[in-house]
């Protein structure tokens, strides 16, 4: 039979697991948000090509 001890220590538990997953779904939909309007480069840190794409065209403009 368990102790009054163990009930209050297994719903303290229960509680915790449900905070982090609570937590863990929160900030994967604000980061994946975040990606998907692609405001950032890749993770080398390099340009993406939609980058690269807007600055060329941005400076052939400039030197025609």
């Known amino acids: 039979m368990p102790t009054e001890t163990t009930i209050i220590l297994a719903i303290i538990g229960m509680l915790g697991l449900f905070a982090t997953a609570t937590v863990y779904q ?3 939909r604000i980061s994946s948000r975040y990606y998907a309007k692609g405001r950032i480069s890749n993770r080398m840190g390099t340009e993406t090509t939609t ?9 052939e403009s400039t030197v025609h």
Do not use: G, K, L, P
Request: aromatic share 0%; proline share 0%.
């Open 26 to 28: 929160r900030a994967n």
């Open 51 to 59: 980058e690269t794409e807007s600055e060329s065209s941005s400076i």
